[in-house]
């Protein structure tokens, strides 16, 4: 969706830039404490209900006949063109490069990373609205521009954050579901678990069965994407205090944001894990497709798993919560949510074998070993994306601002500059830059957040917002019931078969 061609691009960047780089400008902090201090209603309060729309809402409905019209005309213009060939070896590896599947929260650049509606990384971290002047982004900010195509003003960002907080309540009901569990259940079990406990207070199930037009499907689908939105920190933060603190569900804090108030819930107040979160759920929050390459592990995220399982389930008017727990369900696979675990893991085989303090020399000879040995190296290598991955380079950035001197850190900024050299020495690896598994896990252990078997959690929160997102414009867009051709393996030797026997014959 071209949300941020030229005309609107180029007036939007002039009005959001001053807005980002003096984010509090015209709303001050304590303005905005202000406001939330006077809400009647607490994070775990009764929802209030939405009789008008929200700020967001309004332009989402000024936005959609406009892309309605456009995707028309694409259809109409383009529909016969070829977007690319399919091979048997594509069909067999996993779907791999093709192209069949509409996306339009990102996309990755192989030589930018991934954007967020045209938005390289650093572009977001420059022109998203923030707390403070050199802090991260708002992901109320990126939330806001993920829906409409639009860089947000600090005001758009605020309100948003305000009518997530309104929206925020999580039932009773799911509690009891997580406590009937058994103890030692796995976090993203209970959170998959918790999303399906929540679909009894859907919108969209409720107005499909009272027989509303399609042509509004959109706007209870709306309604879910932000209550689900709204209350998956919450779900986690108890999920995490059930499952490896005291048990004891700690209240939100309306004076926070809404990273913030996930990691208050969670029982951290350190205001630079806020700021960590902040990020994190930033760069987390979409999609990113990478292919693996030898002698490296890929960053597992491959548009196939949990994007096409939560975007299939949405295709078949399955509600938010439904199609987002598909998602999540596919996320919990070790194949994609165990990446930073990995990484970490890596590392600290490194500082029992060779110690912490390690010199490249040591650490070079170290990695060569492990490839010789057959094994990989976490969080390096990918053949799409040309240069370091963005993700990683905020995170880099971020340890050597606030914890530089922290010895992992250090460690994993001396891995960064030995690791790429000996892969591309192997001659079997193109690009071996490392992506955002490398550094995440020990950001996270850095501030106390040291139980792994969450860290996929944490990344399922994130993933809300890109997931529900396009669920909205699937809906908004009218677009049908995925329905991808498949076929036995004897009928793929047929049809190559008799192929192969018509070109002969020719």
């Known amino acids: 969706m071209a949300l941020w061609r030229s005309a609107r691009l180029g007036a939007q960047l002039q009005k959001s830039s001053s807005a980002a780089c003096n984010p509090l400008s015209r709303t001050s902090i304590a ?37 309605q019209a ?85 005001e758009q960002a605020l309100a948003v954050s305000e009518e997530l907080k309104s929206r925020a309540k999580v039932p009773g009901h799911v509690e009891r579901v997580l406590n009937a569990l058994p103890s030692g259940t796995h976090p993203m079990t209970q959170f998959t678990a918790g999303i399906m406990a929540l679909q009894t207070e859907s919108v969209f199930a409720k107005a499909y069965a009272g027989g509303i037009h399609k042509s509004r499907y959109w706007e209870p689908c709306y309604e879910d994407a932000m209550d689900c939105i709204a209350r998956v920190p919450a779900l986690a933060a108890m999920i995490y205090r059930k499952t490896f603190k005291d048990g004891k569900v700690l209240p939100g804090d309306n004076n926070l944001d809404y990273s913030g108030n996930f990691a208050h819930m969670m029982g951290f107040d350190d205001p630079q894990f806020h700021e960590l979160m902040r990020l994190y759920i930033v760069i987390h929050s979409a999609k990113y497709k990478l292919a693996p390459v030898a002698g490296a592990m890929n960053d597992k995220e491959d548009g196939r798993s949990y994007w096409s399982e939560g975007e299939m389930v949405g295709s078949a008017l399955s509600d938010p919560y439904l199609s987002f727990a598909a998602g999540m369900n596919g996320l919990a696979g070790p194949l994609h949510g165990l990446a930073n675990q990995e990484c970490l893991r890596w590392l600290r085989h490194v500082v029992d074998e060779i110690g912490v303090g390690a010199s490249k020399d040591e650490l070079q000879q170290f990695v060569q070993d492990t490839l010789k040995a ?76 040291t139980e792994e078997n ?10 809300a917002m890109g997931v529900l997102t396009q669920l909205v414009w699937d809906r908004a867009l009218g677009l049908p019931i995925e329905r991808p051709k498949s076929l036995t393996t004897k009928a793929i030797v047929e049809f190559c078969e008799k192929k192969a026997s018509t070109m002969a014959a020719a």
């Open 31 to 67: 303005a905005f404490s202000s406001r939330l201090l006077n809400q009647t209603s607490s994070l775990f309060s009764t929802a209030q209900p939405h009789p008008e729309a929200s700020d967001l809402q309004t332009r989402l409905r000024e936005l959609i006949p406009e892309e």
């Open 70 to 154: 456009r995707l028309k005309e694409i259809r109409k213009k383009y529909g016969n063109v070829v977007l690319g060939e399919t091979t048997v070896d594509m069909a067999i590896g996993g779907m791999r490069g093709i192209k069949g599947m509409i996306w339009e929260p990102s996309l990755l650049d192989a030589n930018e990373g991934i954007r967020f509606r045209g938005f390289s990384i650093p572009e977001c971290q420059k022109l998203l609205p923030k707390i403070k002047p050199d802090g991260e982004p708002l992901p109320e900010g990126l939330l806001w521009l993920l829906m409409t195509g639009e860089v947000p003003t600090i």
């Open 374 to 449: 057959g094994k990989v190296v976490p969080g390096f290598g990918h053949a799409v994306l040309r240069k370091t991955d963005p993700r990683y380079t905020c995170q880099r950035e971020f340890a050597l601002k606030h914890l530089s001197d922290n010895p992992m850190v250090k460690l994993v900024s001396n891995v960064y500059e030995v690791v790429p050299d000996v892969l591309l020495k192997t001659g079997k690896v193109n690009n071996p830059w490392p992506n955002v598994d490398a550094h995440s896990g020990v950001l996270l252990q850095h501030y106390g957040l």
């Open 454 to 463: 969450f860290y996929t959690v944490l990344f399922g929160v994130s993933r």
